[in-house]
């Protein structure tokens, strides 16, 4: 399928002009900018010769350019303002609004409200979804591969799940490993 760019006005196939996703990448659409129109407006600061260091425009230290992240367009590709100062920034914005925080975090992570959330555990009754533990912090266990989310979790329980690699194989073998040494203790 054929579209237009705004910016230079030529035609091109869809799979030539950027997509924007919302979300967990649960949808999509195309952007009326191609690609190469679109790097011309951002140029790439990465492979720019840094300097030694960099004067953070936050607290106003000069630090080396290691202490600063990433970010391509930008100059020298780096963030003007520190790891540190961008650290405490964020600390502050979560301890004013704990559940705007939470529910930002939700919904980049896994495409879900905080009210969703609450929904969720109150439909589990509170507890974790594998071991029953009620009264404790329950997490957001999703698939890897697909972004979907599963259920709520207690920290150990999505530790098991995650070291086993999602693989119902590996958890099998592990019953199996725990009920021989088990009957051999008795």
Aim: include cysteine; charged fraction near 25%; hydrophobic fraction near 30%.
């Amino acid at each position: 399928m054929k579209k237009v760019c705004v910016r230079c006005g030529g035609e091109k196939d869809e799979t030539e002009f950027l997509l924007k996703w919302y979300g967990n990448r649960a949808k999509a659409y195309r952007r009326n900018i191609c690609y190469d129109c679109y790097h011309a407006l951002r140029p790439n600061h990465a492979t720019d010769e840094k300097p030694e260091g960099r004067t953070c425009k936050r607290c106003g230290e000069y630090k080396p350019i290691s202490q600063f992240p990433t970010a391509r367009q930008c100059t020298y590709g780096v963030e003007p303002t520190c790891k540190a100062c961008k650290l405490k920034r964020r600390r502050e914005y979560v301890a004013q609004f704990p559940d705007r925080a939470r529910n930002a975090d939700l919904k980049y992570h896994y495409g879900i409200t905080i009210e969703q959330y609450h929904a969720m555990r109150e439909q589990q009754g509170g507890a974790c979804a594998i071991c029953g533990t009620d009264g404790v912090k329950l997490v957001v266990d999703h698939h890897h591969g697909t972004g979907q989310v599963r259920a709520l979790l207690c920290h150990l329980c999505n530790a098991l799940i995650g070291c086993a690699r999602e693989d119902p194989v590996i958890l099998s073998r592990a019953i199996t490993y725990l009920g021989v040494w088990a009957s051999a203790a008795e």
